[in-house]
């Protein structure tokens, strides 16, 4: 453990504590973080993706089971036409050895968003992902790619039309199974870098009782100091908590 550190080892959490189960995280700022440095805003990407690997080290030292990173939003494709190849071009050259990675680690790969729009080779470079890491786990890394909240909401009530062949009332159940992330369990603590305040379209249902944590630094410039911040805010916001509840519902109904 570091100076200034908050002692998160499990020796030192006390009975009944967790670390949070899912951790996702908004990776806002890596255009602006280059540009600071007078470079272009692709080198900021590139720093950005190297940033995840680092992440994916702490959450995996604390015990924590599912990371999301989003990493492109339905709105990014808005943006320069430069910055959005280069932004695919990434993904589709450095996925393959990523999954490798993680395939190493036991870590298995998902990816949450809509595969329409998306080049073949990008296409092809999650899937072939999520194939090779599918029998890896408990551990999960969840690559949040174009995608959209609202979009993904409609899209689950598109299949319940589409499926639902009962008069009976819809269940939560029954949308989280349709959702993009089914199969995951809901997000614990949501953190953003960059310092806004806002969750931009990000996970909307699932983070529906999540501890919301803001970072003013930029995605390629935090540090293994500043997850464990997070996850110790998410401890002090939960103390007291049930562990076995989920989310902050006890709180939220006590």
């Known amino acids: 453990m570091r100076r200034g550190e908050p002692d998160l080892r499990p020796a030192r959490l006390g009975l009944g504590w967790r ?4 951790v996702a995280f908004i990776m806002d700022g890596n255009g602006r973080w280059a540009q600071q440095r007078g470079q272009p805003r692709h080198v900021g990407h590139k720093a950005g ?9 702490v959450c995996g030292e604390l015990g924590v089971e599912v990371v999301s990173c989003f990493a492109w939003s339905t709105e990014n494709w808005a943006r320069p036409q430069a910055e ?7 993904v589709e050259r450095e996925l393959p050895r990523f999954a490798e990675e993680l395939d190493q680690r036991h870590v298995r790969f998902v990816h949450s968003g809509s595969l329409r729009g998306l080049p073949p080779g990008v ?4 899937e072939q992902a999520i194939l090779r890491t599918r ?15 609202r979009a993904e909401i409609v899209e689950a009530a598109r299949r319940i039309l589409r499926d639902q062949a009962t008069e009976n009332p819809l269940t939560e159940a029954e949308v989280r199974e349709r959702l993009w ?32 944590y803001i970072l003013d630094a930029y995605w390629p410039a ?10 110790d805010h998410y401890r002090r916001v939960c103390v007291g908590r049930d562990p076995a509840s989920d989310g902050l519902r006890a709180n939220i109904s006590s």
Do not use: C, K
């Not at 029998?135 to 909240?149: D, I, S």
């Open 222 to 231: 935090i540090d293994r100091e500043d997850i464990l911040r997070a996850v």
């Open 19 to 22: 670390i949070p189960r899912h």
């Open 84 to 90: 959005v190849e280069y932004i695919l071009h990434t």
């Open 123 to 126: 296409r092809r470079a999650l």
């Open 181 to 212: 992330t089914a199969g995951l369990p809901d997000v614990d603590l949501l953190v953003r870098t960059g310092g806004e305040w806002r969750i931009s379209n990000f996970l909307l249902w699932q983070s529906a009782f999540a501890v919301l």
């Open 49 to 57: 993706y190297e940033r995840i690997r680092e992440v994916l080290e």
């Open 135 to 149: 029998m890896n786990g408990p551990r999960v890394f969840n690559l949040v790619f174009n995608y959209g909240g």
